[in-house]
């Protein structure tokens, strides 16, 4: 007997009820585990039901439980199943730990007359016997004759069942006498509350499992050995059946929990449109794309979830590795290639704001399988699909939602909730155009053909990076790290995306996977000064926009939050999405950023350093003083030097977000000295009227960090004040002016931060412990800041080694996640990082002079 046996109904709800985010196993024992025998103390289990149900309570948010009949101790002698399991005996009233009922005197008084009572009614009959039991006393008839098991049963019903305080429960062949309350579903209640299941499925075969069954509701399952009527959702027909749903109940279970063949980070690429961002698979499944903002819940993501969470893929018919994949060079399409096939893939330009295209384009002499499973709110809401002349149209998100694909036959499937598309094609006779318009019901042609919607998409991406002052190491590969960075730009608004994605873990199958897909005034402001510096200045004007944009809501930048949506607003709570398993097993899946609400003084450098650059950028282009440096900009760096002489002496939490108590960052102090430093320099340039007191709080607040910054015992500049833990945002000591590089403690800092922090090809931020279980990636940001480090203290080749081995961590379209394993030498954290890239041009423009 297999999983294969099973009816497919059957087969398709254990599956459903595997993906629920705490699962509890309940079964029978007596006809379920084991097998019905003549002998009771022969009643043992099948071991293909052990191993199952051990599995079972093995796996991450999954609990496991027998309720019996049986006395406890019974139970467990000859289930020898192990402690993870829960055993409960007697219908409920004995548990394993902490629910021992005691039985008071008049209960045992009754429990002995019960005793005797059956006693004699079983020894006038053979075959009849008796069952002694903690707080009940059973009578079997499965050996006697039949009609001395109708007398003795009638015997028993007639007298002593209707003693006062007796507790009766009947099933198959035996009727049980209780002098407290027995109840399997009740039990089966205080199991599923002890575990915080969100669902539930119980396997029985008796009478006595329907009050189990009858407590059963919403997601929860329940399974009957036997015909027969019963509450129960499905009918097996033997235990071997059990041992077989069991088995295949683990599988589904531990695939789910470990998102078994997740995509490796590094080798997943990124679609872009100035609105719009995707991901694609090296075999060019759509593993990620929201709507109708980047911040948006999920259509497809797959990604988190594996295909239950939806995805949109392409391959041949005849299953292969894909042979190449690679973006059009200049552009953010992207090509994926196998012997004699090819899909192309872009986000289309021409729709309007409410809508995410994107179109995909298979070509080739071979036929090719398509399988589209759009899984909206991150799989929560209900799909069905429905197949129209032209394509297909999806039912159940709030959002329109179609598929144009003319002449493809599709072949509609359902898993109980979500309904799927599949279709082969066979591109030989022409290419074979799939468009995928989120936000409309518009099936019909477009206005522009094909080629030329994909030409113009192109061109917007060509024309930008043909402008860009690109360095000369490794051009290739820092030209698409800048066209990486633009598509983080979201162009209607402004804003800068910190990554694409949220929930790709720092830790494979650890909990530090946060939501990314916001607009982080620090990040923002870094991405924009990076364009800059390669001749872009459209995206930092914009960015400076939304800023003002957001400015206007608030009093003074005091009151600026760490991070804000696309669109400037306030961020929702951090939720977790329990119904996504997470990448790899790695949980939870969260939505919104707590870090929202933190106190984090250092944003206002970066900004500042924003406006400073953009307005030099713009003098070297010869733009007048009052038009590199608007009125608007420099009341913003006004604004911003009031908030830090105000602020600067506080303690927050830090450039890392860290979830714990707020210290007095060196980072964030060196970041509050830039801001006046910047904001002076500017004033001097630009002909401004700096503060009265500007110079003397950029001296205190350099004073401060240099005398409780530094520490003698380990020789370098901390993390913090008041500790001995190193940083590697710390090196900004050095980076960002406040002493020269030529000074001894820079030196000895960078050396302590190699030593410290330093692994191989990557570099961690630190080392100590910030309040969460597990670890962390070395960051890619913070091999970058070394390499920098490395050149202001004369160590070229150290920076050019360095440098070498992070150009090597990207993957094979170029792209960097936040962090990497210089152990098991793959990319952690989410998919593309700005700060990885905007680190790498950095590296480049230093080594290129």
């Known amino acids: 007997m297999g999983a294969e046996d099973l009816a497919i109904e059957l087969r398709r709800a254990l599956t459903a009820i595997a993906r629920t985010p705490r699962l509890l196993v309940a079964s029978d024992y007596d006809g379920t585990m084991s097998p019905i025998v003549t002998d009771p103390s022969k009643a043992f289990p099948h071991p293909e039901s052990v191993r199952a149900l051990r599995a079972l309570a093995g796996l991450s948010s999954t609990a496991a439980a027998v309720i019996s009949g049986r006395a406890l101790r019974d139970l467990a002698m000859l289930s020898r199943l192990p402690v993870e399991v829960q055993l409960v005996g007697s219908h409920g009233s004995e548990f394993d730990v902490g629910f021992v009922h005691a039985i008071d005197n008049d209960a045992k008084q009754l429990l002995t007359e019960l005793k005797h009572e059956l006693e004699t009614i079983a020894s006038t009959r ?56 027995t109840d399997k579903g009740e039990a089966l209640d205080i199991i599923r ?46 235990t071997e059946d059990v041992a077989a749903a069991l088995a295949f109940l683990y599988e589904e279970r531990r695939t789910w929990l470990s998102g078994a063949n997740a995509p490796q980070i590094e080798r997943l690429t990124m679609l872009a449109s100035p609105r719009s961002v995707a991901l694609v698979t090296p075999d060019a499944n759509l593993t990620w794309l929201c709507h109708p903002e980047p911040d948006s819940a999920a259509i497809f993501a797959h990604l988190l979830g594996g295909e239950n969470a939806g995805e949109f893929c392409i391959g041949p018919e005849r299953p292969s590795l894909p ?183 720092e830790d494979l199958g650890g909990v530090r996977n946060w939501d990314y897909r916001y607009c982080w005034l620090r990040d923002a402001a870094l991405t924009a000064s990076a364009l800059v510096s390669l001749g872009s200045l459209g995206e930092a004007e914009r960015y400076l926009e939304w800023v003002h944009r957001v400015l206007t809501r608030l009093r003074s930048p005091e009151r600026l939050h760490p991070l804000y949506t696309i669109h400037g607003g306030a961020l929702p709570p951090e939720a977790v999405i329990d119904s996504l398993p997470g990448y790899a097993g790695s949980r939870p899946v969260r939505v919104g950023n707590a870090a929202n609400n933190q106190v984090q003084l250092d944003v206002f450098g970066p900004v500042v350093d924003l406006i400073s650059n953009l307005a030099h950028e713009r003098e070297a282009l010869g733009i007048a003083h009052d038009d590199a440096l ?14 830090v002489r105000r602020r600067w002496h506080e303690p927050d939490h830090g450039i890392w977000e860290i979830r714990d108590n707020p210290r007095h960052h060196v980072y964030s102090k060196v970041m509050c000295w830039l801001t006046v430093d910047r904001a002076l320099t500017l004033a001097k340039q630009f002909g401004r009227k700096a503060g009265d007191d500007w110079e003397d709080l950029r001296a205190k607040i350099a004073d401060d960090v240099l005398t409780n910054g530094w520490n003698e015992d380990v020789q370098s500049f901390t993390a913090a004040y008041d500790g001995t833990d190193l940083d590697a945002a710390s090196l900004f000591i050095g980076l960002s002016g406040l ?16 030593a410290e922090l330093r692994s191989g090809s990557t570099v961690y931020r630190y080392h100590h412990d910030d309040g969460l279980p597990g670890g962390e990636g070395g960051f890619h940001l913070c091999a970058a800041w070394l390499v920098e480090a490395y050149l202001l203290i004369g160590k070229r080749d150290d920076a050019e080694a360095l440098f070498g081995q992070l150009v090597a961590a990207a993957g094979p379209t170029g792209l960097l996640s936040e962090e990497y394993d210089p152990v098991a030498e793959r990319s952690l954290g989410n998919h593309p990082q700005a700060y990885s890239h905007l680190g790498l041009i950095r590296c480049s423009q230093l080594l290129s002079h």
């Not at 305080?165 to 309350?181: C, F, R």
């Not at 809401?381 to 179609?402: H, K, M, T, W």
């Not at 002493?739 to 190699?754: G, H, N």
């Open 739 to 754: 002493i020269a590089p030529d000074d001894p403690r820079f030196a000895a800092t960078v050396v302590a931060t190699e």
């Open 193 to 238: 509350h002890q575990a915080g299941a969100t669902a539930t499925i119980f396997f029985g075969d008796d009478v006595t499992d329907e009050k189990a069954f009858k407590r059963l509701h919403g997601p929860d399952l329940g399974v009957k050995v036997g015909d027969g009527e019963s509450l129960a959702d499905f009918h097996v027909n033997s």
């Open 323 to 505: 042979l190449s994949q690679r973006y059009i060079d200049w552009t953010m399409t992207v090509e994926t290639r196998w012997a004699s096939l090819q899909v192309t893939d872009y986000l289309p330009h021409d729709v309007g704001r409410d809508r995410t295209d994107l179109t995909r384009v298979i070509t080739g002499d071979a036929k090719a399988v398509v399988r589209f499973a759009p899984r909206p709110e991150f799989g929560q809401v209900q799909v069905s699909i429905e197949q129209e002349a032209f394509g297909l149209r999806i039912y159940g998100p709030n959002d329109p939602l179609v598929l144009r694909s003319p002449g493809v036959e599709w072949h509609i499937t359902t898993d109980g909730m979500h309904q799927s598309a599949h279709a082969v094609v066979d591109p030989s006779h022409g290419p074979v155009v799939l468009e995928l318009r989120c936000g409309s019901w518009d099936l019909g042609p477009s206005q522009v053909e094909e080629p030329v919607r994909r030409a113009e998409a192109e061109a917007y991406w060509r024309d930008w990076a043909l402008s860009l002052d690109i360095p000369k190491r490794k051009p290739g590969l820092i030209r698409r790290s800048a066209l990486t960075l633009r598509g983080l730009v979201h162009e209607p608004s402004g804003s800068i995306l910190a990554a694409a994605t949220t929930s790709l873990p």
């Open 126 to 181: 053979e075959g009849v016997g008796v069952e002694i039991k903690p707080a009940s006393v059973a009578l079997h008839v499965r050996n006697a004759s039949r009609e001395d098991a109708k007398s003795a049963l009638h015997k028993v019903r007639t007298g002593c069942a209707k003693w006062v305080g007796v507790q009766v429960t009947e099933g198959k062949e035996v009727i049980e006498l209780a002098v407290i309350k």
């Open 630 to 643: 608007p009125d608007r900009d420099w009341e913003l760096v006004r604004a911003m030097v009031k908030a």
